[in-house]
């Protein structure tokens, strides 16, 4: 089952999370021992109030990942799976020369990837066949000219 997306609201909230230089960034865990995020550690704490633990694991308890997994953190689920997993690489690095990126940058990136994160509310007449025109969709290997890192992390393929 797809994912849902998350509210525009949550999205702003996070990319000024990542931005704002507030939060130390970690790796490998939501939230580390010395209080350190994960991007999606910090979406998780910071944009919807879920108090994480430190040390906390990207699921509950082990097991394989699954949308519908009660293991997975509750507040992730309407993160599309790939999303998850590209942004976990993007920002703990993959072990194999794919370096990790810094919270502004995976904020740019996720800037890129909006449609692919946020459900965008509606109007009704915009659903329909004869006014809608589909949105320039460049998927999660798309490229933003100019950002170098984002670029070159926006190409690795899911």
């Keep these: 089952m ?11 909230r996070w990319l000024t999370a990542l931005r704002s230089q507030r939060y130390p960034q970690g790796r490998g865990r939501l939230k580390g021992v010395e209080g350190h995020y994960c991007c999606l550690g910090l979406y998780c704490e910071i944009v919807t109030g879920l108090e994480l633990y430190e040390g906390q694991f990207l699921y509950w308890t082990s097991g ?16 599309d799976r790939d999303v ?11 072990g194999y020369g794919v370096v990790a990126l810094p ?8 800037e890129i990837h909006r449609h692919e994160v946020v459900k965008e509310e509606t109007s009704p007449t915009s659903t329909s066949p004869e006014n809608h025109t589909p949105p320039h969709s460049p998927g999660l290997q798309g490229d933003l000219p100019g950002k170098a890192n984002v670029a070159r992390h926006a190409q690795i393929p899911l």
Excluded: Y
């Design 2 to 12: 797809a994912s849902s997306g998350i509210t525009p609201a949550q999205f702003d």
């Design 64 to 79: 394989v990942e699954d949308a519908e997994s009660p293991c997975l953190a509750p507040p992730l689920k309407p993160i």
């Design 84 to 94: 998850r997993v590209k942004l976990s690489m993007l920002n703990d690095g993959d």
């Design 103 to 110: 919270f502004h940058e995976i904020a740019d990136w996720l």
